[in-house]
C-alpha cells in the first residue's frame, strides 16, 4: 500500500509484523523508526501537531513525553471526536449504553466486570499468568497503554463470538442489549467454545470501548489515553484475509505524547484470535486502517461549521 510521501521515517517497515517480537517484556522502549510521523495544522488556530501512527506493540510513550495536553494535541484529539459524533449520532446499537447510562456508571462496572474475569474466572486468571504478571503485582492498576490495549484483546477473544445469523440484514440481537450484558453472556465458561454467538463488529467495537473505560477508571497510567469508535469500509469484515471491502467496526486509540503530539493505533476487537503461544492475531489493524486516520486528518473541517 502507497503511503503518504509526507509521512516519514523507515515506512518501508513500519507494519512488518516480523519486526515487532511477540512477548510479554516488561520493558517497553517506543522505536521511532517504527512510527509514521504526519504533520498538520489546526484550521482554527493553525496550531501545528504531529500524530505518530504506530502499531499495537508500538504503543508506547517515547521517552521523555510530557503527556501534557497542549493546543496541539487537543486539535488532533478533536477531529478523532467530530468523526466519532458523526457515528454515534446515527449508531442504533449504542442506543441500549445510552439508556443503561442514564442510571449507571458503565466504566465503573465494567471494572467492576473486569476485577470479576481476572479473580474468579479461570480464563482470567490464566491471561494474567500469559501476559507475565503474577498475583501480587496488583496489574490491573499498573499495566502500560499497550498492555491494557492487549487484555482488552485478550478479554474480547474470551468473552464474544461472532453471530453470523445476524449479518446481511437480518436482525442482530445484540443491538438491544447494552455492552456489559453482552460481555457477561460470555462469563463463567469453560472455554471459548461454549460462549453462545451475539453481536457483530458494530456490538463488539462498543464493547471493547466499555472495557477500556472499565481499565482506565482502575488505572492512573491510561490518564490522557482515549478511545473512539471508527467505522467504514475495510478489508476482512468477516475475518478472511482476502474478503472484498465492506462495513466495518473498530476502534482507534490515541494518546497524548506533548503538547502538540500525539500517537494513534488501531485495534480490532471482532476478529481477534490466538495464536498457539497464547499471543494475539488479527488484533492490530493499523496496517489495514492507517489510510482512515490520514484521510481524516487530510481533509480536516472546521469544528465550528461541522456542528453548524
Known amino acids: 500500500m502507497a503511503l503518504p510521501k509526507m509521512a516519514s521515517r523507515a515506512i518501508g517497515s513500519v507494519f512488518d509484523a516480523k519486526v515487532f517480537p511477540r512477548g510479554y517484556e516488561r520493558q517497553e522502549v517506543f522505536d521511532p523508526n517504527k512510527a509514521l510521523d504526519l504533520y498538520f495544522a489546526d484550521p482554527d488556530s493553525l496550531e501545528k501537531f504531529r500524530v505518530d501512527l504506530v502499531d499495537v506493540d508500538n504503543f508506547i510513550p517515547p521517552a521523555g513525553s510530557s503527556r501534557s495536553l497542549g493546543l496541539g494535541s487537543r486539535a488532533a484529539l478533536e477531529q478523532y471526536y467530530i468523526r466519532e459524533e458523526k457515528y454515534r449520532s446515527r449508531a442504533r446499537c449504542l442506543k441500549p449504553n445510552i439508556e443503561y447510562s442514564k442510571k449507571h456508571d458503565m466504566s465503573k462496572e465494567a471494572a467492576q466486570l473486569i476485577e470479576e474475569f481476572v479473580k474468579n474466572d479461570t480464563r482470567g486468571e490464566s491471561i494474567g499468568r500469559a501476559m507475565g504478571f503474577s498475583e501480587n503485582d496488583n496489574w490491573l492498576k499498573n499495566m502500560t497503554p499497550r498492555q491494557s490495549l492487549e487484555f482488552i484483546g485478550h478479554m474480547m477473544y474470551e468473552l464474544t463470538k461472532y453471530d453470523l445469523s445476524a449479518t446481511n440484514g437480518r436482525k442482530n440481537p445484540a443491538d438491544s442489549v447494552n455492552s456489559l450484558d453482552l460481555l457477561r453472556s460470555g462469563l463463567y465458561k469453560s472455554s471459548k467454545q461454549e460462549v453462545q454467538p451475539l453481536g457483530v463488529c458494530r456490538n463488539f467495537s462498543a464493547a471493547a470501548k466499555v472495557l477500556f473505560g472499565g481499565l482506565k477508571t482502575l488505572n492512573p497510567n491510561l490518564k490522557n489515553v482515549y478511545c473512539f469508535d471508527a467505522v467504514g469500509a475495510a478489508r476482512d469484515v468477516f475475518g478472511h484475509t482476502g474478503d472484498r471491502a465492506g462495513s466495518h467496526a473498530w476502534l482507534d486509540v490515541v494518546m ?47 469544528p465550528r461549521s461541522y456542528r453548524s
Do not use: C
Not at 502538540?260 to 480490532?268: E, G, W, Y
Open 256 to 302: 497524548v505524547t506533548g503538547e502538540n503530539s500525539v500517537q494513534a493505533t488501531t485495534i480490532d476487537p471482532t476478529w481477534v484470535l490466538k495464536g498457539v503461544d497464547g499471543s494475539l492475531e488479527r488484533y492490530n489493524q493499523m496496517d489495514r486502517r492507517i489510510g482512515t486516520h490520514y484521510r481524516m486528518f487530510a481533509g480536516m473541517k472546521n
